[in-house]
């Protein structure tokens, strides 16, 4: 089992900044993708960013440019900083590791941009 926990969240002003963190524990694997996904009321749950253990990332459109996606492999921490945030990122902010054909869950940690 793997456990993730996010922090970071909170209410900031549209061109405001935040920076999530998500910490796994348990029995990570070495080799894996971690990543940052969304939820928007009334919307599908979708990927905003994720990182390969080598460093290879991947951002979904809407973000490119202003959100940055990290990791430190030694701590089995991943971060999503996010710059210039508008109201339409708002979302429970969910992190996950993806190590096939383990996926694992965080619980998520709410982002509101206000306008």
């Known amino acids: 089992q793997v456990q993730l926990v996010e922090s970071g969240g909170g209410l900031v002003q549209a061109g405001g900044s935040l920076r999530l963190s998500c910490a796994a524990s348990?029995?990570?694997?070495?080799?894996?993708?971690m990543g940052w996904y969304r939820q928007a009321p009334g919307k599908q749950r979708e990927v905003v960013a994720t990182?390969?253990?080598?460093?290879?990332?991947n951002y979904a459109d809407s973000v490119k440019g202003r959100f940055t996606i990290s990791r430190d492999n030694a701590k089995n921490t991943v971060y999503l900083q996010m710059n210039s945030l508008k109201p339409e990122d708002t979302a429970v902010y969910y992190c996950?590791?993806?190590?096939?054909?383990?996926?694992?869950w965080g619980q998520g940690t709410q982002v509101t941009v206000s306008s």
């Open positions: 990182m390969t253990t080598g460093g290879s990332t």
């Open positions: 996950n590791e993806n190590s096939p054909p383990r996926l694992y």
């Open positions: 348990g029995r990570v694997s070495g080799f894996n993708i």
